[in-house]
């Protein structure tokens, strides 16, 4: 009776080393044994390029995890979601998701080849980068309140980086809240959108802090206001549209790190943990400041983050629908 227990159990643990199940435990245990690659869907140089770096150039120090930074830009940021929702939910595909892509995308264009909220797993929420409201240097408008007397008597015209862009919205937000009128005027990306404000062609723009900070200093743009709760760090003079009446106004350009649906939760809760550790050291988050992030601690668990986007895009998606904007 003895022996035949034995050999029923040899028989199980046989059967059980042989199962695909048993098999992805043990690549588990020494994950990860290669290259892992980090998706970024946008062009080297920019905010979520330079966010996947700070991250993954601080694994690989810390852990001696290799990574292999891959930038597929396009589509406003899809083909690299995209990208990272084809490939094996085996924890070697990690993409650094953005505002437009992970919250607006979904409503902006008319069909996407995937599902956002279905097909990639949050893993860790990395920054949240405010806007600042900008007018040139140049023009009448000292404060928020003369912009806006200003708009109620002819409407204004706002650059943005683009149609359906995170600036284009909070403009829209912050115009219907006001009950004003504006002109929106699409430009290919933020450097053109805050040289015309400078030059005085458009009368105002929602611009990233880091990208409107050069501006500011060099006297060609005036800061009125940022979008986020708190002042920024890098523009502590300058007032939060909270303060100055507008109090659930809290808006951000929101990065974070995501994998493919249906990896190992093993893996996702190890991932989340590291890059949690690493956003908490005090050198990373003085670098977060330096690129605009707010000041408040972010990364948490893969629930918050993912409740976090929920809101997100429950937010986005009356702006997106109340703005107009559309890209087919």
Known sequence: MIMLTRRRLLASSMALSAAPGFELAAAQSDWPSKPIRFIVPSPPGGGTDTMTRLVANRLAETLKWQFVVDNRPGAGGNLGLESAIKSPPDGYTLVMGESSNLTINPYLYGKLPYDVEKDLQPVVLVAKVPLVLVVGAGTRFDSVSTLVAAAKQKPLTFASSG???VGHLVAELWRRQLGVEMVHVPYKGGGPAITDVAG????????????????IKAGRVRPLAVTSFRRAALLPEVPSLAELGQRDFDNHV???????????QAMVTRL???IDRVLRTPSVRETLTTLGADRELHGGTPTQFAAF?????LKWAKAVKE????VD
């Not at 929101?254 to 190992?264: D, E, K, M, Q």
Request: proline letters at 7%; zero cysteines.
């Open 254 to 264: 929101i990065y974070g790190v995501l994998v493919t649906a249906g990896t190992p």
């Open 309 to 313: 986007l929920w809101h997100e895009r």
């Open 272 to 274: 989340n943990s590291e």
């Open 323 to 326: 703005s107009g904007a559309k």
């Open 163 to 165: 149609n359906g862009t």
């Open 200 to 215: 005085g062609v458009v009368d105002l723009h929602f611009a990233s802090v880091p990208a409107a900070l050069p501006l």
